[in-house]
Nanobody, 115 residues
Framework: VQLVETGGGPVQAGGSLRLSCVAS????????LGWYRRAAPGSQFVLVA????????RYTDSVTGRFTISRDNAKTTVYLQMNSLKPEDTARYFC?????????WGRGTQVTVSP
């Protein structure tokens, strides 16, 4: 499985961004797709949201009500709609895909929220 993220960039507080992650390769083996973020190089990856192949979603508390994860019907693209962005949302956002045997990461896309 390969993952490519797009959609990051600079935004002012209160604004919105939509991240996209396109999966390719052995996509039929994917059991869940998700978004993690890392505030700085070397810092911990933090789950933002994920969605299973059955459509179950979960969110970290800090983004609940502001962010929405979704996917297309072909289950090859996962989106993260981010509204009411805050400076503390500034991070590099990484897409990940889980299969029964491995976790794959994209290279990430930077989101920078200015006050």
């Amino acid at each position: 499985v390969q993952l490519v993220e797009t959609g990051g960039g600079p935004v002012q507080a209160g604004g919105s961004l939509r991240l996209s992650c396109v999966a390719s390769g052995d996509i039929d083996t994917i059991t869940s797709l998700g978004w993690y973020r890392r505030a700085a190089p070397g810092s911990q990856f933090v789950l933002v949201a994920d969605i299973t192949s059955e459509g179950r979603t979960r969110y970290t508390d800090s983004v609940t009500g502001r962010f929405t994860i979704s996917r297309d019907n072909a289950k090859t693209t996962v989106y993260l709609q981010m509204n009411s962005l805050k400076p503390e949302d500034t991070a590099r956002y990484f897409c990940n895909a889980d299969t029964a045997t491995e976790r794959t990461w994209g290279r990430g896309t930077q989101v920078t929220v200015s006050p």
